[in-house]
């Protein structure tokens, strides 16, 4: 049976695992990201996170476009490129907040005058960089499925596809509460490490591989 699928289907299935284990640690949180990290209030954090989700939905019929035109490799390569550098600026932004005195980080979260400063509000570039890298990744993972594939091979080979989205999301939501545990509330920033490692390996397999 594997025999019948190409090293490009499991190249992207496997891609696709890490990006989702990557997505599922940091977005599980992201509101608690936002509120307890950067200081934004509930209402703000909801804001903040609904318009990423309601962009990670729309921007796939733009970015699906982009990438039959340049092709599957290199968007899924630059999908990735971005998530990666999405995830790290999400872990470096509050540790650069840190070290300007605006907050202290540890077990609990000290505001120290984040809160009336406008430099939380760099959190926004940073998570258009990630909504962009998400939406290329809607649109390509499932469309290499197809197109490696074939009548009497999709729905098994979307099946593969699908139990990697779930493993993918049940091990990154699985990841979080341990850590948290473990080091207090600061977890919700270097989840963001871990995450972006993931996808630096998934970009690695895509270049090499796909």
Known sequence: ?????????????????????????????????????????????????GLFSGGLYLLPMFTGALADKIGYRKSTAVAFALLAVGYLFLGL??????SSGLVEYGEQTVFTGLRESGRRYLIVPIMVILMVGGAFIKSNISASVARETTSETRAKGYSIFYMMVNIGSFTGKSVIDPLRHWVGESAYIYINFFSAALCVVALVAVLLFY
């Not at 932004?93 to 840190?98: A, F, G, I, S, T």
């Open 93 to 98: 932004l509050p540790l650069m907040l840190e």
């Open 1 to 49: 049976m594997v025999a019948k699928y190409s090293r490009a289907f499991w190249t992207a299935n496997a891609a696709e695992l890490m990006e989702r284990m990557a997505y599922y640690a940091v977005f599980i949180v992201i509101t608690l990201y936002l509120s307890n990290t950067l200081g934004f209030s509930d209402i703000e954090a909801s804001i903040i996170s």
